[in-house]
């Protein structure tokens, strides 16, 4: 935790919340948080942790900002085409939050890598990578924030597996990877979408850090941006997932 008094006039807002007051400011400054995706997701997700004054932040990606990325990657502008995600975006988020550090790996995440974070934010693109982060979630009993956005539809979940007996992991609910499991880059995708699931996805970390509502676990909630509805559909645990079937604490 950095030193010193938090900013009570940047975090007023915040601060005239019950559920988050002076107490919720300073859990989210001692936090951290590992996002692994620096894309459409994870930009306005990190945005948003970082103006919440999340104390640290590291984000893995290997890629560069493409022009097709604009569309809806709104933490990048035309002179960053080119530049790597991870870093560019760090470098925003300490430009506009100098109390937040962010940390950046330009390469892709591994289960051989070790997550800085308590909290682990699922912005990936690829189910290799997904699937790994939650069976590394799953392990270390940490809670995972899971978004996905494609076309018009949008979800987000917080899978808890590690640490709650009746809490579902991503693997319960997809146990393999889909047959036509299509990349970002493959279909269209609304860009306005992509940034409610990032938001989204933000709310979920602050509430997880500061204790406020109740988080996403076990729930999935669903957006159809075309009809304008939202709903929220159970998750269950899969006793012979094999992620976390028959590894529970129970
Ligand atoms: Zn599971």
């Not at 948003?48 to 569309?71: K, M, P």
């Not at 995440?109 to 590394?136: C, K, M, Q, V």
Request: net charge neutral; charged share 20%; glycine share 12%.
């Amino acid at each position: 935790m950095k030193p010193g008094p938090i900013d009570i006039e940047r975090h007023k807002r915040h601060i005239l919340l019950k559920e988050i007051g002076g107490p919720g400011v300073q859990k989210l400054r001692a936090s951290t948080v590992s996002l692994v995706g620096a894309g459409a997701l994870g930009g306005p997700c990190a945005l948003y942790l970082a103006a919440a004054g999340v104390g640290h932040i590291e984000i893995w990606d290997d890629d560069v900002v493409d022009r097709s990325n604009l569309q809806r990657q709104v933490q990048f502008g035309e002179g960053d085409v080119g530049q790597p995600k991870a870093e560019t975006l760090a470098r925003r988020l300490q430009h506009a939050h100098p109390g937040t550090e962010a940390a950046w790996h330009r390469h892709r995440w591994t289960e051989s890598h070790p997550l800085a974070g308590s909290i682990l934010i699922d912005a990936t693109d690829n189910f290799t990578t997904r699937y790994a982060l939650n069976a590394a979630a799953h392990a270390t009993g940490r809670r995972l924030v899971h978004g996905a956005a494609a076309g018009w539809n949008g979800q987000v979940s917080v899978f808890a597996s590690g640490l709650q007996p009746d809490a579902p992991c991503y693997r319960c609910w997809v146990p393999e990877t889909p047959p036509d499991a299509e990349a970002c880059d493959e279909v269209g995708v609304v860009g306005a979408m992509t940034g409610m699931v990032g938001a989204a996805m933000a709310l979920e970390a602050v509430k997880l850090v500061t204790g406020a509502g109740v988080p996403l676990v076990g729930r999935l909630l669903l957006m159809d941006g075309l009809s304008g509805t939202h709903r929220i559909v159970g998750l269950k645990p899969d006793q012979t997932c094999s992620t976390c079937g028959g590894t529970r604490a129970d």
